[in-house]
T-cell receptor, first 111, second 113 residues
Framework: LAKTTQPISMDSYEGQEVNITCSHNNIATNDYITWYQQFPSQGPRFIIQGYKTKVTNEVASLFIPADRKSSTLSLPRVSLSDTAVYYCLVGDISGNTPLVFGKGTRLSVIA | SQTIHQWPATLVQPVGSPLSLECTVEGTSNPNLYWYRQAAGRGLQLLFYSVGIGQISSEVPQNLSASRPQDRQFILSSKKLLLSDSGFYLC????????????FGQGTRLTVV
């Protein structure tokens, strides 16, 4: 499994765009990049997934450069309710490899 | 629609007592099933995962075990709890496909005293 590296924590003010970068130098050809969000005392929630270039949904955007050795989760105009831990996962989507979560990035949004 | 049930929500157990946490999934077939543990302020640690009935992979050696007696039932057990077993236990399921998304239960807060 490809190892991921994320910043331990980030702070942001409300209304700002937040970009969280994840490094995954050993990503394999069949691997996808998936991001989850976790609030205290809850299980993680899927945010977005991508393979290359850019993916956007109603919650976030995911930017993946051509070499795929890193990815950036972009949260537009964050609010206090976006305060959570964000996890970057790398793995194939066959279902035969387990979902391994790293330590994640603790995002604190300040009013 | 698919749902996942995990119980109990909270549990206080004495050291040395047994443990059984149950997780069931509805609305899907042959899901991949996972047990995670999260200590206070820490990340998610994968304990066990299963790709089918009777197929269990253990990620971390410890005094816990898991079983999958039915397709959509996943059980986490221990014969004798340790203080270090305290934590937030989460069950999850996923199916493979174009977007392999995992869905988590509400979790069990276990305190071993």
């Amino acid at each position: 499994l490809a190892k991921t590296t994320q910043p331990i924590s980030m702070d942001s003010y409300e209304g700002q765009e937040v970009n969280i970068t994840c490094s995954h130098n050993n990503i394999a050809t069949n691997d996808y990049i998936t991001w989850y969000q976790q609030f205290p005392s809850q299980g993680p929630r899927f945010i977005i997934q991508g393979y290359k270039t850019k993916v956007t949904n109603e919650v976030a955007s995911l930017f993946i450069p051509a070499d795929r050795k890193s990815s950036t989760l972009s949260l537009p105009r964050v609010s206090l309710s976006d305060t959570a831990v964000y996890y970057c996962l790398v793995g194939d989507i066959s279902g035969n490899t387990p979902l391994v979560f790293g330590k994640g990035t603790r995002l604190s949004v300040i009013a | 629609s698919q749902t996942i049930h995990q119980w109990p929500a909270t549990l206080v157990q004495p050291v040395g007592s047994p443990l059984s946490l149950e997780c069931t999934v509805e609305g899907t077939s042959n899901p991949n099933l996972y047990w995670y543990r999260q200590a206070a302020g820490r990340g998610l640690q994968l304990l066990f995962y299963s790709v089918g009935i009777g197929q269990i992979s253990s990620e971390v050696p410890q005094n816990l075990s898991a079983s999958r007696p039915q397709d959509r039932q996943f059980i986490l057990s221990s014969k004798k709890l340790l203080l270090s077993d305290s934590g937030f236990y989460l069950c999850a399921w996923s199916v493979w496909g174009p977007v392999a998304e995992a869905f988590f239960g509400q979790g069990t807060r276990l305190t071993v005293v």
